[in-house]
C-alpha cells in the first residue's frame, strides 16, 4: 500500500473510564461495518497503553474517506462513539512517504 494516493487516517479517542467497556463492545460490532466500505483497504482500533483509543484506517483515496464521513453509517457510528467521548477527538489524514519491512 505505497501508493502515494491511498490515504491514512489516524484518529485518537479518549473515552471516559466508566465507558470504555461499553466503547469496546460497540466497536467490535461495527467495525466490520466501516471495513465494508467502498475504498476503505483496511481498518484497525488500538488501544493506548493509557486507557485512549486510536483508529487507524486506511483508503484508496480522500474522496472515499470523505464519502464514508458524509454517510448515514459515519453519522450513527460517530454520534454513538461521541457519547462516550472525555475528550475532543483528534485526527489526521496522511500519505505515505516510505516505507521499509523490518526484518524478522
Known sequence: ???SHT???IVHLQVASPHR???EAYVAQKIRIVAEQAG???VQWLRAQDGS???????ENEDFLEDYRQSATFAEIWATLKAWFDAPARAWSCHLITEHPCSV
Request: net charge negative; proline share 0%; hydrophobic share 35%.
Open 1 to 3: 500500500m505505497s501508493d
Open 7 to 9: 490515504l491514512t487516517r
Open 21 to 23: 467497556a461499553e466503547f
Open 40 to 42: 476503505c483497504l483496511s
Open 53 to 59: 483509543y486510536f483508529t487507524y484506517s486506511q483508503w
